[in-house]
């Protein structure tokens, strides 16, 4: 079959590689009708994150049809079913699943004991993203290796275009999963930091979950646009100071809910030398992380806020602000998305109408255009926003 191939920084080839097959009584195989670039793939695709290894397969964004089922998949799957595929492989039965932490299940990263080595603790196993979290074969490809198919899978209706149900894998539930983490109450200001897919998702999260007023971050003019379409205040960080216009717009005191959907590859804002500084230290592999808008969320918080990250960050931050955020008692809450957790109340909203994550692709592409679509969507080529691939 073909599949987007990692072969190291900023090399990511459409390669010809064995078909998956059955390994396991649990696994199914699926023949994928859409997948797509995340911004997570492309912290893979600059090595920012350890553990990948020439060969492996991209992709976490995966949706198709179920072509073979194990024997114990086939308890909740059959062939034909359509599916699309969380990011987040889980058994279901492990004590993290029955409390709803998906991404922390304890029987799917099968290399637990490089997590184990690197995070004190192994997280779940995820598809196509690094051997720290299984080594898994991604979904950019024609077929995709579903292991623990009986629980990983999120059936969707027939009579609903892929495109709108895609993003059930991903950033619409991380969106969600994001704006859940703030608590939002009555009267609330919601900042968001970053306007890609996720901030995107994010954003009419907040909306949807009853936030006063939403502010959105970035500096590329078409994603601010999109933000400000949804109902969001914007603010260009290359052109306007972000802390002086969180304050103006809360009288003073701050966004009591901040929501960080940049992650690990900040780039500097109006007015502020740090990300200069992270910037030269991640090249000196003295930092894995640029957490400038981390450091602007911790400052600008109101006292006894929130800050909600979604952002992913891989290790070592350095000059973090951590007596500020002590001090003004913020509350902190960070994960890659639970995603199952929030599947039915997704999929209602997608079924009745009343959500329509689609509006955020800008490019469809076959899948041997992959490697031109990550530079794409890597330099915002052609305002390009999102990239869904057809295998
Ligand atoms: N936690 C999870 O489960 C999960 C899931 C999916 C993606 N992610 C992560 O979410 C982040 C965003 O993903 P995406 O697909 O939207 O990626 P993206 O790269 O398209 O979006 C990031 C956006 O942040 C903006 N940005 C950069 N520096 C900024 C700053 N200082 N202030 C404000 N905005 C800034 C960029 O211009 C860009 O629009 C990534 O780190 C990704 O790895 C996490
Ligand atoms: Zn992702
Ligand atoms: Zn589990």
């Known amino acids: ?39 997570s793939d492309l912290h893979l695709f600059h090595n920012l994150i350890p553990a990948m290894l020439p ?13 073979e089922v194990g024997s114990e998949a086939a308890r909740t799957l059959k062939k034909g079913d359509r599916v699309v595929i969380p990011f987040t492989i889980y058994c279901g039965e492990c004590e993290q699943c029955r409390r709803q932490n998906f991404s922390l299940c304890q029987r799917t990263n099968r290399k637990k004991e490089l997590g184990e080595k690197v995070f004190g603790h192994a997280t779940g196993g995820l598809f196509g993203y690094t051997h720290l979290t299984g080594g898994y074969p991604g979904g950019q490809a024609e077929y995709l290796r579903v ?5 990983t899978h999120i059936k969707v209706p027939e009579g609903i275009p892929d495109e709108k149900l895609l993003f059930l894998s991903d950033i619409l539930p991380t969106g969600w999963h994001a704006a859940q983490q703030c608590d939002i109450e009555a009267g609330d200001t919601v900042a968001v930091w970053g306007c890609g897919p996720v901030g995107q ?61 940049v992650g690990t590859e900040s780039h500097v804002s109006f007015g502020q030398p740090d990300t ?17 808008a981390l450091r602007e969320m911790i400052y600008v918080c109101r006292p006894g806020g929130t800050l909600s ?35 039915p109340e997704l999929l209602r909203l997608i079924e009745e109408d009343q959500l329509d994550p689609s509006f955020v692709i800008t490019h469809i592409a076959d899948l041997d255009q992959g490697p031109a679509m990550y530079m794409a969507f890597r330099d915002k080529q052609d305002s390009c926003i999102k990239v869904v691939l057809k295998p």
């Open 201 to 261: 998702m994010a954003i009419r999260s907040a909306l949807l979950l009853g936030a006063e007023q939403v502010v959105a971050i970035d500096r590329l003019g078409d994603r601010l646009s999109m933000a400000a379409a949804a109902g969001a205040v914007t603010i260009d960080f290359e052109r306007e100071s972000v802390i002086g216009r969180l304050d103006e717009l809360t009288d003073g005191q701050g966004p009591q809910k901040c929501i960080d959907a």
């Open 1 to 39: 079959m073909k599949a987007l191939v990692w072969h190291g920084k900023e090399d990511i080839r459409c390669d010809t590689v064995s078909d998956p097959t059955i390994e396991e009584p649990r696994d199914a195989i699926i023949k994928v009708t859409s997948c797509a670039i995340c911004g």
């Open 309 to 343: 990250v979604v952002g992913v960050y891989t290790g070592l931050v350095d000059k973090l602000p951590l007596g500020i955020a002590m001090n003004k008692g913020l509350t902190w809450r960070m994960a890659q998305a639970h995603v199952p957790r929030w599947t």
């Open 55 to 67: 060969g492996d397969i991209m992709g976490h964004e995966t949706m198709g049809e179920v072509v």
């Open 276 to 292: 200069l500084y992270d910037r030269a230290k991640q090249m000196m592999l003295m930092e894995n992380d640029r957490p400038h």
């Open 147 to 151: 292991p623990f198919a009986d629980t």
